[in-house]
């Protein structure tokens, strides 16, 4: 059974505490690796803003629809995408093993639909990320916010770097660290 718990609203508002203002963030996905297919095409640093209580925040496209706005949660361990996008941006659904998802407001919420999305871009219609995705599909995001992006996920096989100062995700070059590499006391 594919349970995994989801935390939302919380891990938002933490975010600013977990990552340190200076420097960046880096993560090496699992599924990053030195033998990445030479025709994957690395993405371009993309732009997010920072809101208070609410994290950050970053325009997606969609299977070239959009700007929609997705919220960044680097613990989420799946991508999650709001009724009113999938039914937008017409997008297939499939039938999943129920998902448990909550936060740290105790609000709890399941869902058993999951939507395939072909091609997601971020900060720009040209900007694509290097895989197919899927999102599960929520009922219960606020108005304003279409969806939560798992960077770990989304920009697999590569690892990635947030930079809070400078307000930018980017994909780490595959390879670029060493999963023995130490790095930084300021880095996440």
């Known amino acids: 059974m594919r349970a995994k718990l989801f935390i939302a609203s919380g891990a ?22 030195a033998n990445v297919n030479a025709t994957v095409v690395r993405p371009a640093p993309a732009r997010f803003r920072v809101e208070r209580e609410r994290g950050l925040l970053l325009q997606v496209w969609i299977n070239s629809g959009g700007p929609y706005i997705f919220a960044v949660d680097t613990g ?12 937008a941006a017409g997008l297939p659904t499939r039938t ?4 448990i998802i909550g936060g740290l407001s105790n609000a709890r919420s399941s869902s058993n ?17 290097p895989s197919k995705q ?12 279409d969806g939560i992006l ?6 697999a096989p590569f690892g990635y770097s947030i930079d809070l100062p400078n307000e930018q995700i980017e ?18």
């Open 134 to 145: 899927t999102a599960l599909i929520v009922t219960n995001l606020p108005p304003d916010l």
């Open 96 to 99: 999943v093993p129920t998902t």
């Open 150 to 155: 798992d960077p770990t996920e989304a920009y």
């Open 12 to 33: 938002l508002a933490a975010m600013a505490w977990a990552v340190p203002f200076v420097g960046a963030a880096h993560f090496l996905g699992s599924r990053a690796t």
């Open 113 to 129: 639909r999951e939507a395939i999305i072909d091609r997601i871009a971020l900060d720009g219609r040209a900007n694509t990320l």
């Open 76 to 87: 989420a361990g799946m991508n999650v995408i709001s009724q009113r996008v999938v039914t």
């Open 171 to 188: 994909a780490l070059p595959a390879g670029s660290i060493h999963p023995d590499t130490r790095l930084p006391d300021e880095g996440a």
